[in-house]
């Protein structure tokens, strides 16, 4: 009778597992799993984005499960005991978990994703689905740049710098800062062809790293660029400083007065650079997963227009989409990548790790010069 109770018990277990899976299954509902840090994007935009894609679905025959994460530090964590269907997160992280065998294969057969991006990266339309990247961009103060004469528009870096200097001279103001400096110097360096390595020594050994960073520290000595800092949008919204360079467009509205404009690049430069981009990852921990995790990339694909990636603050992956309705900022931003000659999407590997003590270091010696 005692051997009989341990075996029975195992018995009704595995029996009450059947039944839950049934459940589960015999009802047509289907889980997915997706996980993300909040400090790449909001709460509320990740749950209109289940909304949305649940709304397609019927909401009560699919369920979408939003998992969030302060940081990617604490995502990373989680990451090594459990694994969730889809991975928000950019394409360096999703290349590294394809190195060592974490993501699993999603093929749309009917169509490729973005053939452009595919051929670039190794992993999209297969296990990444890119949404796209967060280019730093201009917010100007309107009013202010109205009474200079000053269109927002600028030729080219050099253009802007020049105007920068000119503000100054007539004004004694500065005329721009940012938000922080290695998007902005990422950005103009790469349009020229290269990419920063994170130390600074060997970048110095740059001519275009040198020639950016030069003309930004000039800058920074004669006034007319103030050193980055947090509050510098709030700055231009007081009007007290004509423009700042963001990190990304803001997924919340500008303040009043303040507009969006691209962020000028260097006159020889030929190519928008974006340091990496963001998409979903199909992690392959769960296979019975996979055909609803193809469900959600061909949904992107289908129903998610540039319009609802410029909203999350990002520069679209593609200019294949149509935009419907879009508002000025929206036409001014895909405009001007559109015309660009190519995209780059670089996986940037030491550079992400270093970036931080490159940030402090910069700035420092930026502080220094002004």
Not at 178 to 190: D, F, I, N, R, T
Not at 260 to 278: E, K, N, T
Not at 295 to 320: N, Y
Request: charged share 20%; proline share 6%; aromatic share 10%.
């Amino acid at each position: 009778m005692k051997k009989i109770l341990p075996a029975a018990a195992a018995v009704a277990a595995a029996l009450i597992v059947f039944f839950i899976y049934l459940k589960l299954t015999g009802s047509g509902q289907e889980q997915l799993s997706l996980w993300y840090a909040e400090e790449q994007f909001p709460s509320s935009a990740m749950e209109e984005l289940a909304e949305r894609y649940l709304s397609r679905h019927g909401g009560a025959d699919c369920r979408l499960v939003l998992r969030s994460f302060s940081s990617e530090a604490e995502l990373a964590a989680a990451f090594e005991s459990e694994r969730p269907d889809l991975l928000l997160c950019s394409y360096t992280r999703a290349a590294s978990l394809g190195s060592r065998g974490l993501l699993g294969s999603v093929e749309l057969a009917d169509s490729d994703y973005l053939p452009a991006i595919e051929e670039a990266l190794p992993f999209a339309g297969r296990s990444f689905f890119p949404l796209g990247s967060r280019s730093p961009i201009l917010a100007y103060n309107a009013a202010i740049l109205e009474e200079a004469g000053i269109s927002p528009e600028f030729d080219s870096f050099e253009d802007f710098m020049e105007k920068a200097g000119e503000y100054k001279e007539r004004t004694g103001l500065p005329f721009f800062s940012a938000e922080s400096l290695l998007p902005l110097l990422s950005s103009c360096c790469g349009s020229l062809g290269y990419r920063l390595v994170g130390d600074p020594k060997k970048d110095g050994l740059s001519q275009d790293f040198t020639s950016i960073y030069n003309s930004l520290a000039s800058a920074a000595l004669d006034g007319s660029f103030l050193p980055p800092g947090e509050d510098r949008l709030d700055l231009a919204a007081a009007g007290l400083l004509p423009l700042v360079v963001l990190d990304a467009p803001r997924t919340d509205a500008l303040p009043e007065g303040l507009g969006y404009a691209p962020l000028p690049l260097p006159q020889s430069g030929r190519q928008v650079y974006v340091s990496d981009i963001l998409g979903f990852a199909v992690t392959g921990a769960n296979s019975y997963a996979l055909p609803q995790a193809r469900d959600f990339a061909l949904w992107l694909r289908d129903s998610f227009s540039q319009k609802d990636v410029l909203a999350l603050g990002l520069i679209p992956a593609s200019s294949s989409s149509e935009v419907e309705a879009a508002s000025n900022l929206e036409l001014i931003l895909i405009e001007s990548w559109q015309e660009a000659e190519a995209l780059l999407y670089p996986p940037l590997g030491v550079f992400t790790e270093n970036r931080r003590d490159m940030e402090k270091a910069l700035c420092r010696a930026l502080d220094l010069l002004y």
